[in-house]
């Protein structure tokens, strides 16, 4: 059977705490009365440890402080205060990059590779065909032929049909 009173200083008497605990945690709707209006000294008890701070509540110090869902929460609390402060810092010291402006400078960097090696054959076939002895506009048609190829499988690797870009899908 429960042990219950109807008054609150004897209730904050039997708990170990100052009626003035009993009515602040009233307030804060950490505990309640039983709809009767009296206090369960047991449920009431148990709803204090569980919502108090270990470090200024006499009825949490023997419970243990992990245990509590009060202890839980601050240490999540702490967690995330420490990782907002991590993040801060990083972003302070530009470890951080906004995704906009790396996907800018990756497309940048791509499209200038891209260009360089589309030049290359151009640049290039002359010389190369010198050295060989064939003809320069046959070795151009087939470096940019090798060229194309390469780049179009680049781009499947890395941009598969139907995920973006503006490519069809080739047979």
Known sequence: MPELTA???????????SDIAIHKAERAGRIAREPDGQWDIDKTRRRLVETADPVRSPLASGATADGTPFARLKVAQLALKVEAQRL???ETKRRLLDVTEANAALDEIGSTMRDALLNWPARVSGLI????????HLLQTI???????LLTEAADRFDPAGLGGDRSPQP
């Open 143 to 149: 470096l940019q032929s090798h060229i194309n190829d």
């Open 7 to 17: 008054s609150t200083r004897e209730a904050a008497r039997r708990l170990g705490v």
């Open 88 to 90: 801060s810092l990083d």
């Open 129 to 136: 065909a010198a050295e060989i002895s064939v003809d320069p």
